[in-house]
């Protein structure tokens, strides 16, 4: 980790974007990262093998995992601009005056953030959701002008969020010691949150904070928690729902009182802030969803000959017999939530790397073994897709 972080600081390295995304630079310096990333991913998948068979003192453990999702701090920002996009759509709110529901980046031009922006995001409004919007004022007030100081502020609030997922699955899982070397040291993980400062880590450490106040007995919290989650990002819907139905099979007790004033506190604050634009979130994101990245499955059924309707249709079926088969495990007294979102990775017309940390950190706690091995396969899989080569 510490060589793929050294070489993203030459002035000719392409692995930190510039202006609009751009990745310019020698060619050379990506190679040589991919090198020490998949070198780094196959020394990864040895230890966590070796951890669950012969064991490991889980202090070990979870000091080597803090080590390595810090490391990627010490580089710039890496291969992604999204961070700056939040920055931007804060900046719209908390300088600006505009709406990030409403405005767009570009009809602010001759602001700090809009140059760093990627050119992808310069015409979409935010589809982020309310919780993470209303956080990310204050982060452009600190961050002020700088990109530098956004970058890193994003970056060590994922890096943070990522060694709290690794002790927070620890402490679910009968096996801690795997469970934190699963997580935590995972050097994918490590790349894009302590290097690229994605939000997707804050939703991951919100769930895991989520299931482990159910366990402690603190429902209340819980429900909290999983409201922000959703309020960040709307994947942990899927998740949720199916440990709605596990805790009614099981009769665990539950507290909607949580969840119900998180949810109104948060509703009422960005319906202040924002008006009913934030509503309109589910649009642009369902446009970016309409997307396809080319490491996605479905783009991959496209180059082997098939429609763009079929191969999403088939995907999109093939994830919805298994959310259903999901729910009946669920109605069983058993919610794979690491299964599921592993599963939706694979369906996914628009796949990112960082989109990992939605099944890592579950299948880890929830000790769910074809779930880590499919989550470890798609690490794998996804891992060349946004070093500039």
């Known amino acids: 980790m510490a060589a793929c972080a050294g070489l993203a600081w030459p002035d000719d390295s392409p692995l930190t974007p510039q202006d609009g995304g751009r990745h310019v630079g020698e060619h050379a310096f990506a190679v040589a990262f991919l ?19 012969a064991g490991l003192r889980l202090r070990v453990a979870v000091a080597l995992a803090v080590a390595i999702q810090l490391v990627p701090l010490a580089a710039p920002l890496l291969l992604s601009t999204d961070a700056w996009a939040y920055w931007a759509y804060g900046r719209i709110a908390a300088v600006a005056g505009g709406n990030p529901y409403r405005d767009e980046p570009q009809e602010f031009p001759g602001d700090a953030a809009f140059e760093h922006v990627g050119a992808d995001w310069r015409d979409t409004t935010s589809v982020y959701g309310p919780a993470f919007t209303l956080a990310s004022e204050p982060l452009a007030l600190v961050a002020g002008e700088s990109e530098d100081a956004a970058a890193w502020i994003y970056k060590a609030l994922a ?17 801690p010691a795997a469970a934190a070397a699963l997580v935590g040291w995972n050097p994918l993980l490590a790349i894009h949150f302590g290097g690229g400062g994605h939000n997707d880590a804050w939703m991951a450490a919100l769930v895991l904070g989520a299931l482990a106040l159910g366990a402690a007995g603190r429902p209340r919290l819980a429900g909290v928690a999983w409201v922000l989650g959703i309020f960040v990002k709307w994947v942990p819907l899927l998740f949720w729902l199916l440990r709605a139905v596990e805790a009614r099979a099981v009769r ?23 008006g009913r634009h934030w509503l309109l979130a589910l649009g642009p994101l369902a446009a970016n969803a309409n997307q396809e990245t080319r490491f996605a499955l479905p783009h991959r059924l496209q180059d082997a000959g098939l429609p763009r309707w079929l191969a999403v249709g ?7 017999l298994a959310y259903a088969w999901l729910l009946w495990e669920a109605r069983r007294g058993r919610a794979r939530l690491g299964l599921a979102a592993a599963l939706l990775l694979l369906a996914a017309p628009y796949l990112a790397p960082w989109y990992v940390v939605w099944a890592v950190p579950l299948a880890a706690a929830e000790d769910d073994v074809p779930a880590q091995a499919l989550a470890l396969g798609v690490g794998a899989y996804l891992l060349p897709q946004t070093v500039p080569i």
């Open 35 to 53: 090198v020490c990333a998949a070198a780094a991913y196959a020394a990864y998948v040895g230890g966590v093998v070796l951890v669950r068979r």
């Open 159 to 175: 890096a943070a969020c990522l060694v709290g997922c690794t002790l927070l699955a620890a402490r679910l899982s009968p096996r």
């Open 252 to 274: 665990r007790r539950v507290d909607h009182v949580g969840f119900a004033l998180a949810a109104v506190v948060v509703v009422v604050l960005a319906t202040w802030r924002y």
């Open 314 to 320: 088939l995907l999109a079926a093939a994830f919805a």
